[in-house]
């Protein structure tokens, strides 16, 4: 079932944040949700969960209308927000408890203790949470927001504040759940973009400017593949320029190349050919892949 948006527009007060924003996230998926700020993700999550109204649109959940059926979608979804309000004054154990009894979760002390073992806050469960580190507080919100089974999980920043240890244990958490349920992931990282979603929704100024998987965006982004070469001995550029597929040599040192192909095809088969061929030795090859960063730049600027 996962989410459903049709024509979703969000303006306050005369401002809109959101314009016109149609996409689906799956059961089985991770699907990314980026921007630069105040692109209108967080608005976006906001509706999706029913924190705030829509202005016009359709959202759904689980099949669910969230105007018309809010608290049955709210029951549906697991939100942790940018900002992870917790109590600090509370016991990590004792909040979790609080958490339970206010979703009314069935066999709630057994969720509990799966949610502290799964999110690795088995040390930290009788600390209050004012005392724990930032890392530790995004995994008691991480726990609180899973609690309850839901079958969608929103994420908006989920990895802030962790150290690379435990981003590599949140980031297998995030996958294990995503085989399941539908979850929407809000970062500015990069890298964790590239590590966990399936497919990406690039929204700019309220407006959706890509929604496709990340190798299909590069390929879209670019239109070119490059390729750096190291010779023993350099051919001349002319030679190069030659090549089947190569439009463009830019010297990188005495024996050093990028290849240039604006039809986005792999060119090294013809670049090793024609090594070959000509009795060059070829001491290196290496294909350029855009980076998740450089399409997000591309479509954003």
Known sequence: MGVSISNLTKNYSGQLAVNNVSFEAKPGEILGFLGPNGAGKSTTMKIITCFIPQTSGEVSVCGLDTRKDSIEVRRQIGYLPEHNPLYKDMYVKEYLEFAAKANKVSNARLRISEMID??????????????????????????????????????????????????????????????????IFSTHIMQEVQALCDRVIIINQGEIVANDSIETLKQKVTGQAVVKVEFL????????????????????????????????????????????????????MEQEVSSVEDVFKELTK
């Not at 962790?162 to 981003?167: E, I, K, T």
């Not at 039809?263 to 670049?271: L, P």
């Open 233 to 284: 001995k350099a051919p001349s550029q002319s030679d190069l320029l030659n090549i089947d597929g190569v439009d463009k040599v830019v010297v990188l040192g005495e024996e050093k190349f990028q290849l240039v192909t604006n039809a986005g095809k792999d060119i090294r088969k013809s670049v090793f050919e024609f090594a070959v061929n000509n009795k060059f030795v070829l001491l290196g």
């Open 118 to 183: 799964m999110t690795g806050l088995g040390r930290e469960q009788h600390k209050q949470i004012g005392a724990l580190s930032k890392g530790y507080r995004q995994r008691v919100g991480l726990a609180q927001a899973m609690l309850h089974d839901p079958q969608v999980l929103i994420l908006d920043e989920p990895t802030s504040g962790l150290d690379p240890n435990q981003l590599a244990e949140i980031r297998a958490l995030i996958k294990t759940i995503g085989k399941e349920k539908t979850v």
